[in-house]
């Protein structure tokens, strides 16, 4: 039977980041190129059904069992549909209403790969210049990466522990998704929790900002949904 395309991409994470190494950057290109195959359909999502009632499909991995696609177009909060994590690497979808953002936040030591799927969002990317923590929270001078919108279709993003924009923002302007490969995946326990940013622009020196880190944004509503894709087969022999 023939992998899905969500099968092939979880066969080359684990490729990737099973190693004690960090990977090369070769290796991140290889693997940004199973994320520029995926769809919005390849991971149980419908992005053009507008009409409130689920299409359903059958999973190859699973004839037995009619799925419900999810409607892309009826989201109306910001909804992560989480795929697979392990302690190397996490796989998931943000679905965005128009509208909806996620504001500034980092990924600490982290390598982050991420495609649109479907429709528009506005980036806002920084790394840090210099940075400090002054009363237990971290502030400092940050340039700017990335400032704009990216449009559906558009070939998968990826930033670094220090480079390629390392703290960022989303901004929905119509209904869309987002695609996210994460390693390692955010953890409290192991000194990678997520932290959230505001900005302060610097009249006199255009592309900078000052970041200070702030609490969780009250008005941030992050709700869940069953992932309906195609079966992962975690047990493939990749030797």
Same mark, same amino acid.
């Given at each position: 039977?023939?992998?899905?395309? *969500?099968?092939? #991409?979880?066969?080359?994470?684990? @490729?990737? !980041?099973?190693? @004690?190494? +960090?990977?090369? !950057?070769?290796? *991140?290109?290889? #693997?940004?190129?199973?994320?520029?195959? *995926?769809?919005?359909?390849?991971?149980?999502?419908?992005?053009?059904?507008?009409?409130?009632?689920?299409?359903?499909?059958?999973?190859?991995?699973?004839?037995?069992?009619?799925?419900?696609?999810?409607? %892309?177009?009826?989201?109306?909060?910001?909804?992560?549909?989480?795929?697979?994590?392990?302690?190397?690497?996490?796989? %998931?979808?943000?679905? !965005?209403?128009?509208?909806?953002?996620?504001?500034?936040?980092?990924?600490?030591?982290?390598?982050?790969?991420?495609?649109?799927?479907? %429709?528009?969002?506005?980036?806002?990317?920084?790394?840090?210049?210099?940075?400090?923590?002054?009363?237990?929270?971290?502030?400092?001078?940050?340039?700017?990466?990335?400032? &704009?919108?990216?449009?559906?279709?558009?070939?998968?993003?990826? #930033? !670094? +522990?220090?480079?390629?924009?390392? *703290?960022?923002?989303?901004?929905?302007?119509?209904?869309?998704?987002?695609?996210?490969?994460?390693?390692?995946?955010?953890?409290?326990?192991?000194?990678?929790?997520?932290?959230?940013?505001?900005?302060?622009?610097?009249?006199? #020196?255009?592309?900078?900002?000052?970041?200070?880190?702030?609490?969780?944004?009250?008005?941030?509503?992050?709700? &869940?949904?069953?992932?309906?894709?195609?079966?992962?087969?975690? %047990?493939?022999?990749?030797?």
């Amino acid at each position: 039977m023939e992998r899905s395309k *969500i099968q092939c #991409l979880y066969d080359a994470c684990t @490729r990737v !980041f099973s190693d @004690r190494e +960090p990977p090369t !950057f070769q290796k *991140i290109q290889w #693997l940004r190129n199973f994320l520029d195959r *995926i769809e919005a359909i390849d991971v149980g999502i419908d992005e053009f059904n507008s009409e409130g009632s689920p299409r359903s499909w059958i999973d190859p991995s699973s004839p037995n069992a009619r799925k419900e696609l999810i409607c %892309g177009l009826t989201v109306t909060e910001i909804t992560y549909i989480h795929i697979y994590q392990s302690d190397d690497f996490s796989i %998931g979808v943000f679905c !965005f209403p128009a509208g909806g953002k996620l504001p500034l936040h980092d990924h600490p030591g982290m390598t982050v790969l991420s495609k649109v799927l479907y %429709g528009s969002v506005h980036v806002k990317s920084y790394d840090w210049v210099k940075a400090r923590t002054a009363s237990s929270r971290m502030v400092g001078l940050a340039s700017t990466v990335t400032d &704009g919108v990216i449009k559906a279709p558009r070939e998968a993003s990826v #930033l !670094f +522990p220090k480079s390629g924009g390392n *703290i960022h923002s989303f901004t929905a302007l119509t209904p869309c998704a987002i695609l996210d490969v994460l390693s390692p995946p955010y953890s409290d326990e192991f000194g990678r929790p997520s932290t959230y940013f505001s900005e302060i622009p610097i009249p006199s #020196l255009p592309g900078y900002v000052i970041l200070k880190e702030i609490d969780l944004p009250n008005d941030l509503v992050v709700t &869940g949904a069953q992932y309906v894709g195609p079966q992962l087969d975690t %047990g493939v022999d990749l030797s």
